[in-house]
């Protein structure tokens, strides 16, 4: 069974740049899979910052995106603030109706 | 605005049934594809099940085919998740989520535990 890979965690300094990525434990991740990806801080719903690669959802600031870097999905935060220290979960769509959502990185700004 | 509205969680005991509903407004419901994730405590989101907007095609995830139904009612905007044989690892906060290809609307989830 194919695993969507993510980092466990990441630390970024305020005002810093940091790209998270989505891959698979067999293969690379193409556009063909719609990845997506979801900010969540602990006791909150998801929020979706991006789907299909790189479209941001309605009102998610431009320092969020998503773009294939290799063989990966990649969603890169431009100028980091404090409020973006949440779980970052990428979700890919393997065909025949299924999406694997990754285990979430832990993102830590300091 | 889109709202979604997760009920129907609770408490219930292994090989228990649980039926969850989820009240949309704010979208013109039959348009959309609908899907159920839940997130274990302390643990990730998973993807569980998904229905077409009309209700022609349905996923299950490995983990609950054979024990979950999801369905919908386009004439009551409501989705549902009916669950039986539950069992412990079930337990989870279980997400409404709007969408398929584009961008996911979320409710705010329904806690089911599953506990003798």
């Known amino acids: 069974q194919t695993v969507v890979t993510q980092e466990p965690s990441f630390s970024v300094s305020p005002g810093g740049t940091v790209t998270l990525t989505c891959g698979l434990s067999?293969?690379?991740?193409?556009?063909?899979?719609?990845p997506s990806w979801y900010q969540q801080t602990p006791g909150q719903a998801p929020r979706t910052l991006i789907y299909?690669?790189?479209t941001r959802s309605s009102g998610v600031p431009d320092r969020f995106s998503g773009s294939i870097l290799g063989n990966k999905a990649a969603l890169t935060i431009t100028g980091a603030q404090a409020d973006d220290e949440s779980d970052y979960y990428c979700v890919l769509h393997m065909g025949s109706g299924i999406w694997v959502f990754g285990g979430g990185t832990k993102l830590t700004v300091l | 605005e889109v709202q979604l509205v997760e009920s129907g969680g609770g408490l219930v005991k292994p090989g228990g049934s649980l039926r969850l509903s989820c009240a949309a407004s704010?979208?013109?419901?039959?348009?959309?594809?609908m899907n159920w994730v839940r997130q274990a405590p302390g643990k990730g989101l998973e993807w569980v099940s998904s229905i077409t907007s009309s209700g022609a095609y349905i996923y299950y995830a490995d983990s609950v085919k054979g024990r979950f139904t999801i369905s919908r009612d386009n004439a009551k905007n409501s989705l549902y998740l009916q669950m039986n044989s539950l069992r412990a690892e079930d337990t989870a906060v279980y997400y409404c989520a709007r969408g398929y290809y584009d961008s996911w609307g979320w409710g705010q989830g329904a806690l089911v535990t599953v506990s003798s």
């Open positions: 704010g979208f013109t419901f039959s348009n959309y594809d």
């Open positions: 067999s293969g690379s991740v193409s556009t063909s899979y719609y």
């Open positions: 299909s690669t790189n």
